[in-house]
Structure formats: structure tokens, C-alpha cells
């Protein structure tokens, strides 16, 4: 359980006007989490208690400002604010003429919420597409389940971003746009570009091989391996990272800052921060090699640093 002094941070976090959005999340989310795991929240056998704790959440995310403490332990009054609105929606779950699940909350509400925190974790949010619609407080009714519910909340919501994200790598990939897979080629072999490699060995059914696609465009079979492993797999890994809204939010965030002290030795303006805006943020899409003739220094030193060392970096952001 979260105690006074952490709660107190916490608050101060969320209503700082100074504060970036991404810490402001940060805070609502560990905020969410005290209240779940607190043993004073108000607790219910109901099937539907989901749905009621879910509407008690948007409140507090909406509402928070409206919070104010009135004795010496502001995670009690805290708690007391959140069970006097959830045990009003506990008692709806009783009242046959209610049907909580038609409870929703009000456009506005929930436009100011995405507008302060952004994507913040809700019970009556739905994953799936395509009519198949799942209220995440429907996998989270029981309130004795060894996962928390939060937690069950943010997996479930996770798992259907990563879902939607690979839509959309799905659909660059087979389109291009921005041509930078089909300008990453072997030398005389132009027609061997990434593109072509990933569309037959991953888009295609069934997948082809890498010897019979080697036999179709004249190329021997290990100059393809090595342009596929050392070309093209790593560019794979910066489309991915470009659709990563997690990674995105935190190189325009002030905690990107630490990634500018990680550089090869004397060479601080090949710093891990400027490197990742460049491949992730920039429009159209710069290259490795763009980047390495721009800084005049090889190519090869811009991709052994990337690898080894900013990658890990980002990847402690990823979904």
C-alpha cells in the first residue's frame, strides 16, 4: 500500500503545470495502482463489479483536481473520496431498473482525459476490432484473482496496441511509402531490395525460400543472406520502432535527454538522442547511411553503435 508521503508526490505530479505529459501519465497510472492495491478500497462479489470499479476510475482520472484532503493522512481521505463514488455505483449493480453496463461516460470526460494523460488505462475501454468487442471489465470481474486488476487492464490493453501496431507495420511494409526499403539493395542487384525480400520471405503464402529467390533475381544465395541479416532485418527493427508509440512519446519527452550522453569514444554528435530522433522522428525517414555521410564518419560505426548501444536504451520503452 502506497503511504502518505507517496500519494502526496503522486498528486503533485499529476497536477504540475510544469510537468511533461508523459510524466503526468506516469503518476495517474501509479496513482490507479495505490487505490487498486489498497486494502480500504470498497470490494464487491458482484459479476459486474468491474464495470462499477471501471467507472470509479474515470472519475478519479477525470476529477482528480477536484480531490482535496481534510485530515493529516491525505491516502485515507483519498480512499474515502474514491469508495463514497464507488459505492454509489455498487449500489446500481443491485437496482434491477439499472443496467450499469449502459453507463457511459460522457464524450467530453473523456476527450479532456486523452487530452491530460493520454492512452491512461480504463475498465470500460473495448480491445478487439471488427465488431468483436471485449469491455476490458468483463476479463476483470473477480476481484480475488491473483493478477490485480489494474495490471490485468493495461496487459489486456497492451496486447491489443501491439495488435493494431502490427496492422500498421503490416500495411507500410507492403506499401513502401516511403521508399526506404526498396532503396536498400545489394550493389548490382537492384531488385533485390528489402521490400522484395520481405514481401516473399514473410507477406507472401506460402513464404518462398531464400535459395529460390536468390535463383529468380541471379543474386548467390549468401550475398542475400548477409544483405537480408545485415540490411534489412535491422531496418525491419527501425520501421517497428517508428510505429512504437511509447518509444516516439519518450524521445519527445525531457527523460530522452540521458540518451544524449551515449556516444562512441570522441565522437559526442553521434550521440544515441540525435541518432534515434533522426531514424524514428524525422519526415521522410532518414537513412543509416544519410546519417553516417552527414556526421562523415562510416556507416558501419553509425550501425555497430545503434546496435550495441541505443537499442537496448530504447527497447526499456517499448510495449
Known sequence: MCDDAQIQALLDEI??????????????????????????????R??????????????????????????????????????????????????????????????????????????VVLLDQSIGEDGNQTPLGDLTS???QDMTLLESWIQALQQAQKQRIGLEIHRYLAADPDAILQGCHPNKFLECHCQALIQRL?????????????????IPEQT???HWREKC???????????????????????????????PPAQEFCNCLDVAKRLLLSQ?????????RDLK??????????QSDCLPRLKKHRL
Request: proline share 8%.
Open 224 to 226: 542475400l543472406y548477409t
Open 46 to 119: 458482484h459479476p459486474d463489479y468491474g464495470h462499477a470499479l471501471s467507472l470509479t476510475m474515470e472519475r478519479v482520472c477525470r476529477a482528480i483536481d477536484e480531490f482535496s484532503p481534510r485530515s493529516a493522512s491525505v491516502s485515507t481521505d483519498l480512499m474515502n473520496w474514491v469508495n463514497g463514488y464507488l459505492e454509489g455505483r455498487i449500489r446500481d449493480l443491485r437496482n434491477p431498473d439499472t443496467k450499469i453496463k449502459d453507463l457511459h461516460r460522457p464524450e467530453r470526460g473523456e476527450r479532456e482525459i486523452k487530452r491530460e494523460f493520454g492512452n
Open 297 to 306: 564518419i562510416k556507416e558501419s560505426t553509425v550501425a555497430k553503435h545503434w
Open 202 to 218: 514473410h507477406l507472401s503464402e506460402p513464404p518462398e525460400t531464400r535459395r529460390a529467390i536468390a535463383q529468380d533475381f541471379g
Open 142 to 144: 473477480d476481484p480475488r
Open 284 to 292: 521522410p525517414p532518414e537513412s543509416m547511411g544519410a546519417i553516417a
Open 15 to 44: 497536477r504540475s503545470p510544469d510537468a511533461a505529459p508523459l510524466l503526468r501519465r506516469k503518476a495517474l497510472s501509479r496513482l490507479l495502482l495505490c487505490i487498486q492495491r489498497s486494502p480500504k478500497l470498497r470490494r464487491s
Open 233 to 263: 532485418l535491422p531496418l525491419l527493427q527501425i520501421v517497428a520502432l517508428r510505429f512504437d508509440p511509447q518509444v516516439i512519446e519518450f524521445l519527445q519527452s525531457d527523460e530522452a535527454q540521458c540518451l544524449g550522453d551515449c556516444h
